[in-house]
Structures are given as structure tokens and as C-alpha cells.
């Protein structure tokens, strides 16, 4: 009996062991565009509940803007990220890896406006300044390393770390020195300041 070939991990930017739920929000990278970056976001909708469907509908665009009172704040938003991790570590994606997703807005990382050109963008479902469960740790260690051996990544941080104006998401909460020993990677990998 012949053996099945191994099924590839990636396929045109979108990950096999991702749930796949297509974005309308994204475009093209800008030629030539070196992929170095995860960006590690929290998202919650309304903030502090889990596990519903708003994110999803969110970044489909299906979002029901009067649900919730919470909602009017982001009203119209069209936004993406590239994945979300539930607090179960379950893991859906949103944009081809390939493709620009728009989770990071004005940004700027070590020398380079606009992070969403050349990053991939990982919300975890979760509150800013909160904490995280095992599982999304597993699961968004299990996805860097993916991404490190399709992609050059050389860089992990924080919506914190590339929009500090702005935002303060994953915050106080999330265990960088934790993703760091999961991986096994270099500290000069991941954001010197929390």
C-alpha cells in the first residue's frame, strides 16, 4: 500500500490547521515585501465577553451594529486580522497570510511606518491588561512557529509595541517571556520593553 503524500502546511498564504473564514478587508502587499513580523493584538466584543460570534461578523463585515451599545464606538469599521485565537486555542483565519490584512493602522516598528505591509496580525480573544489561557499560548506558539518556517519571521510584538499612541493591546496581561520560552527564540526577537 503506497503511502499518502503529507499535506502541506500552508496553501496560497492560509494555514491547514486554521478554521477558514474569509475577510473581505484586505489587499495586496506592496511588491517585493519581506513577511518578518507577527503582530499580537486582544480583542473582545463587547469587550469582556467570549466565545460569541462578534468577532467573527466583525471581520466579515456582518457585524449587527445595533446589538449592543458597545458597538456604536466601532460603528463602520472594517478591520482584519490575519487570526484569532479563542480562549479554547481554537484558531480561525481571516486573510491570506499573503495578503495585507488591516489590523495594525498607523503603525511603526523598528525603522518601518505601516507594520500591516509586512506583518501577519494575531488577535487573541481576550481583554487588554488581562490574562491569557494555556491553551492560546499553545496555540499562538504553534502558529509563529508555522509562520517562521514558511515565512521570514524574525520579529514578535505587540499592538502595543507598533502603535503605542494609540493602543495598549495585548497589555500588561500577556506572558512574553512565556511565547518566548515556548519557541525557544532569541530575546532580540521579541519587544524590549512590556
Known sequence: ????????LWRDGWYR?????????????????SIDLVVVH???LPPGVYGGPEIEALFTNTLDWDAHPYFQHIRGAEVSAHFVIRRDGALIQFVSC??????????HYQGRDNCNDFSIGIELEGLEGHTFEALQYETLSSV??????HYTLHHIAGHEHVAPTRKQDPGA??????????????????????
Not at 1 to 8: G, Q
Not at 19 to 33: C, E, I, L, M, V
Not at 98 to 107: E, I, L, T, V
Request: charged content about 15%; overall charge positive.
Open 42 to 44: 486582544s480583542i473582545s
Open 1 to 8: 500500500m503506497k503511502a499518502e503524500p503529507m499535506t502541506a
Open 98 to 107: 499573503d495578503d495585507r490584512a488591516w489590523h495594525a493602522g498607523r503603525s
Open 17 to 33: 490547521f486554521a478554521k477558514h473564514t474569509p475577510s473581505p478587508n484586505f489587499g495586496p502587499r506592496p511588491a517585493n515585501t
Open 144 to 149: 509563529c512557529a508555522a509562520i517562521a518556517q
Open 173 to 194: 496581561g500577556f506572558d512574553w517571556q512565556l511565547l518566548q520560552q515556548s519557541l525557544g527564540w532569541s530575546a532580540n526577537s521579541f519587544p524590549t520593553k512590556n
